[in-house]
């Protein structure tokens, strides 16, 4: 705040405590016109806020302006409304203690929009979840409703509560509003039946017939005019250019939902409101002594909406019960008893309705968490405001009556904190004196007697004639007589003079409902009536107690419960009239500065010293106008601050120093010592700038520096971790290596601890040699030679590797290559190590036929046999010829070239001889028996070992394969014989001896040949 103060001319001082003047009243409104025209609605004294009402929208409400005030102190913004809601929570917030926020102020002055400001604040800025943002949005849409209900057009304020209204807002732990409770103040009921010319009745009867959908005012019976209604028309002023019926009803609708109204609960409620409408409508005629309702709608359209039986009802509006010698009589009531009865059953439904609204609100802000039962609260009081009108009622005794106690709480608490503050700082209180005792009207003369208002009056002049304030026509000067009428008291307020008219005193303060109309209420179907007029209200027969005396109760537990908050105040103040913009009406707001005892206020305020801060906050802002305080006071802040004033050249009579602050007397003093630190903030800015330059070289070699240090330090600390990492490889390798000692020792030992990592190890590397060095066939038979540990397990290994490299074989295998391979090892039985050269066909695969293609036809009938060239010996001179051996499934044909030669039975066939040598003879030996056959038959082949086995396979004559050593005996025919002998030679040789023999050379060991068949074989293996 004091960093405004150079601005002070153009807008006045924001803290009238600042006033040079501050006992000038003309000075004081001048500060508040001077702001008032630069839209400054707001300044304090002290700590009290004095909102000047605009009348129209300023841009100082927006989102943008609760950021800047949240959290911020007090003195650093410029006065706002948010200041005080800041102030507020944080006081909550920080000691823990409740707070209040009282708003006063005439009725129009802003304080029902002040405290909805305050609301939207505290939803903005506290923090929410999701059950808080519900309980936000409840507490702000009850304002609609409660308007809706209980506010109405009036002469001062196109939108004046008719109701008082404090609300509690709840605050957990956290400082999030959880939940909130509202009291209301007796509602101005009068104003259901009449209203003064230019008034309306509350808001919503208007709403509904505006904004209401034709088929709920079709189902309501009710017409879109307000002119129609009784109750509507005694102002004279259904439309409002302010007001815009159609769009507030929409609001309240959607206001009731967030509420937590239902469908149901609606049309019950809307139901009410309409039947009041419909009671204004009813009229009476017929005779006196015998009056009737005439016009039937009404009744039946009430019957409907109040869920009542019609008959009753119009018994009820038309007669009174009276109880006379314990036995019940209905009597007829006149006229004016009916009209009057009719006014009494609408007031009571309106105004029981509307306390039935205000707890159904609250039903829905009740705080549900039971955990944290532990909650703070602020308090917000908005109610009517002070007024007078031309004809003041019982209802502006009740208003200002309450304002009147309001205006007292404020200056009691006012006053207390003062001398409080005064005193706890240890500075001697200067008693100021100010006007503003203002007399309570005792609630005697508002006790019902028997007789009627004039009577009362009389009372009032026996009981309070004497008291200053109060004067009757009869007591008061002839001056005062003129205007004044006769049933007429006059109370001097705190804020003027109000006549009040005493008529319908008696009545109003009684707020009598006839009992049989209360019967019919108890009857209602409608469950909200239901609910507001309870059976048990009509056996109690107790006299209730008086709407004064009950108002008087409510008012005093509410100063009460503010009396045990921490209070802060919002003085509204209505700058004209005209509800106009920008006229600052200089007779109306003296008055009210007036009344409000804002001078007085002041004056309390400066009756010592116009500005007082505390210690830290003094010195922080003044400590660079003193060499020994700056830049920095290291001693005791008194101490620093008398120093610091000692040195700015404080007069003693200037100021005080107390315990924890310093108290200034004169503005003045306080202005000089601001323009002082505005001359030193130039000075100082330039000196900076000139130290600039150096300092930023200076900051650029000490950055480099430090950035050099930071790297020697980075390259340190990675050496370091680096060499940590190396040593504790070196150590792990040690041990490992030592262990593995260890266990190579005691290697064959049981296992141990000193030897079971070296075993495992040994395991573990086998295996994995192993599982390098697998076998890669069957004929491999390589396999890594086992610890002894592992000795038995690795044969398994071994066994179960080979069978299943095997069995993988078995399954590749086709059925060619196995006919082959059964061929090959029955040729391996037959010759295996017993005829030389079987080693040569072993690795020659056996074919179908050996025929070269002249023998087309036998090579075609080799696919059903087996055909091989062969040379055939004659018996006698041993000549050779060549043929072809022809295998059938019977028997073997001897062929030269296409003639058949030779047939051999297999039945026939007794044997085959061959010699052990290298030779490719053989002999089939031929049984005698078969005279076809002219003997055994010698023949040569060069695929010896193929043919002779395919000849045993096919004659089925494996174990006939004789092989001989030296020499062969054969049949040649008729009982003779022939020989051949065999002798190893280096050339193969058959010729006929000179013995008759044949003599058949041998070779002797003939080199084994790889042919592609034995490769072939070995792959496939
Ligand atoms: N801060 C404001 N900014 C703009 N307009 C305002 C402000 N305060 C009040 N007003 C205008 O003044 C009118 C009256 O204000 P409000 O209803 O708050 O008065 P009140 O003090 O509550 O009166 P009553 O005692 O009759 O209820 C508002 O309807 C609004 O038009
Ligand atoms: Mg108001």
């Not at 005080?84 to 944080?90: E, K, L, P, Q």
């Not at 904190?417 to 003369?445: H, M, N, R, V």
């Not at 100063?559 to 009406?585: H, T, V, W």
């Not at 007779?587 to 005892?597: A, S």
């Amino acid at each position: 705040m004091e960093s405004a103060l150079t601005a002070r001319d153009r807008v006045g001082v924001q803290d009238f405590v600042l006033l040079e003047n501050f006992t000038s009243e003309a000075a004081f409104i001048e500060n508040l016109r001077k702001r008032f025209k630069e839209n400054l609605i707001y300044t304090y004294i002290g700590s009290v806020l004095v909102s000047v009402n605009p009348y129209k929208d300023l841009e100082i409400y927006t989102k943008n302006h609760m950021e800047r005030y949240r959290g911020v102190n007090f003195y650093e913004v410029s006065p706002h409304i948010y200041a005080v809601a800041d102030n507020s929570y944080r006081s909550m917030r920080t000691e823990r203690k409740d707070q209040c926020i009282l708003i006063s102020g005439e009725s129009g002055a802003g304080k029902t929009e002040a405290s909805k400001k305050i609301l939207q604040y505290y939803a903005f800025t506290c923090p929410a979840s999701e059950q808080v943002q519900t309980i936000k949005d409840r507490l702000l849409q009850s304002n609609p409703v409660l308007e809706a209900f209980g506010n109405a057009k009036t002469l001062r304020n196109d939108n004046s509560s008719r109701f008082g209204k404090y609300m509690d807002i709840q605050f957990d732990f956290k400082g999030a509003p959880v939940g909130g409770h509202i009291i209301n103040y007796l509602l101005e009921k009068s104003r259901v039946v009449h209203q003064n010319h230019g008034e309306r009745n509350f808001h919503i009867f208007y709403q509904l017939i505006e904004g209401g959908e034709e088929d709920l005012l079709r189902a309501l019976g009710l017409e879109r005019n307000p002119q129609q209604y009784q109750y509507l028309v005694k102002g004279n002023c259904p439309k409002v250019s302010s007001i815009n019926d159609r769009s507030d009803w929409k609001m309240v609708r959607k206001a009731l939902t967030v509420i937590g109204f239902n469908e149901d609960e609606v049309e019950e409620l809307l139901n009410i409101i309409a039947s009041v409408l419909h009671l204004g409508n009813v009229q009476y005629g017929g005779e006196e002594g015998n009056v009737c309702i005439t016009s039937d709608t009404q009744i039946k359209y009430l019957a409907r909406l109040l869920g009542v039986n019609g008959a009753v009802l119009t018994e009820a509006l038309t007669h009174k019960k009276i109880i006379a010698k314990g036995e019940e009589l209905m009597s007829p009531l006149n006229l004016e008893q009916a009209s009057s009865a009719r006014d009494a059953l609408s007031k009571a439904v309106y105004g029981r309705t509307f306390t039935w609204l205000v707890n159904k609100i609250n039903a829905s802000l009740t705080y549900t968490d039971d955990s944290h039962k532990n909650y703070s609260v602020i308090g917000l009081l908005d109610i009517y405001g002070f007024e007078v009108f031309q004809h003041n009622s019982f209802e502006q005794f009740c208003i200002n009556y309450c304002n009147e106690k309001l205006q007292q709480l404020f200056i009691e608490l006012t006053l207390k904190s003062e001398q409080e503050e005064y005193e706890a700082e240890g500075i001697t209180w200067e008693p100021e004196k100010f006007k503003g005792i203002i007399s309570i009207l005792d609630e005697e003369c508002l006790r019902p007697g028997d007789a009627s208002d004039l009577t009362f009056l009389e009372k009032l002049e026996d009981t309070v004639g004497g008291h200053a304030h109060f004067v009757t026509h009869k007591l008061a000067d002839a001056k005062t007589r003129k205007v004044m009428g006769r049933d007429e008291f006059r109370l001097l307020h705190y804020a003027g003079e109000v006549n009040y008219n005493v008529n319908g005193f008696l009545d109003k303060n009684n707020d009598l409902l006839f009992r049989n109309l209360k019967e019919v209420m108890c009857m209602s179907e409608n469950k909200i009536l239901n609910q507001c007029f309870d059976r048990e209200e009509l056996s109690d027969k107790k006299r209730p107690e008086t709407a004064a005396t009950q108002f008087k109760a409510s008012l005093a537990k509410l100063m009460e419960i503010l009396m045990s908050k921490e209070p802060s105040y919002i003085r509204c103040i209505k700058p004209n009239d005209s509800k106009q913009a920008g006229r600052f009406d200089e007779v109306l707001i003296r008055h009210q500065v007036k009344y409000l005892g804002l001078m007085e206020n002041l004056r309390v305020r400066r009756a010592g010293f116009a500005y007082r801060r505390r210690y830290e906050v003094f010195l922080q802002r003044y400590k660079s106008l003193c060499p020994d305080t700056w830049p920095n006071w290291q001693g005791k802040l008194a101490d620093g601050v008398a120093t610091l004033v000692k040195h700015l050249g404080y007069k003693p009579e200037e100021y005080k120093l107390g315990r924890s602050k310093i108290f200034i007397r004169f503005p003045k003093t306080l202005f000089a010592t601001e323009e002082a630190l505005e001359t030193r903030k130039h000075s100082l800015a330039t000196k900076l700038q000139a130290g600039w330059r150096g300092y930023s070289q200076m900051y650029l070699f000490v950055i480099m520096y430090i950035t050099y240090l930071a790297a020697i330090a980075i390259q340190a600390w990675w050496r370091g971790i680096l060499a940590r990492r190396r040593a504790q490889r070196r150590r792990q390798a040690a041990d490992t290596i030592r262990r593995f000692i260890k266990g190579f020792i005691y290697r064959h030992r049981e296992r141990c601890p000193e030897n079971e990592y070296f075993l495992d190890y040994v395991r573990y590397s086998f295996l994995m040699k192993l599982h390098r060095n697998l076998p890669k066939n069957v004929l491999d038979k390589s396999w890594p030679t086992p610890p002894a540990a592992l000795a038995e397990a690795s044969e398994h290994l071994r066994k179960l590797c080979m069978q299943n490299m095997v069995w993988s074989y078995c399954k590749k295998i086709s059925p060619e290559w196995k006919h082959q391979m059964e061929q090959k090892m029955i040729a391996s039985e037959l010759f295996k190590d017993k005829k030389d050269n079987y080693p040569q066909s072993v690795p020659k695969l056996f074919v179908s036929t050996r025929l070269s293609t002249t023998f087309f036809l036998l090579q075609q009938m080799s696919c059903e046999t087996c055909t091989v060239p062969v040379t055939k010996y004659d018996r006698k001179g041993y000549k050779a010829r060549p043929r072809q051996l022809l295998l059938t499934a019977n028997s073997a044909v001897i062929i030269e070239e296409t003639k058949l030669k030779q047939r051999i039975d297999y039945g026939a066939l007794k044997g085959i001889s061959v010699s052990s040598l290298s030779d490719g003879l053989f002999v089939l030996h031929v049984s005698s028996d078969d005279n076809k056959q002219k003997g055994d038959v010698v023949l040569q082949s060069d695929h010896v070992i193929e043919t002779l086995t395919k000849i045993a396979i096919c004659s089925d004559k494996i174990n006939s394969i004789n092989i001989n050593q030296g020499s062969i005996t054969f049949t040649v025919g008729q009982g003779k014989e022939g020989i051949i002998d065999f002798t190893p030679g280096s050339e193969l040789l058959v010729a006929k001896a000179k013995n008759g023999h044949l003599s058949v050379v041998s070779l002797l060991n003939l080199p084994h040949s790889q042919s592609d068949g034995f490769s072939k074989l070995k792959a496939e293996m």
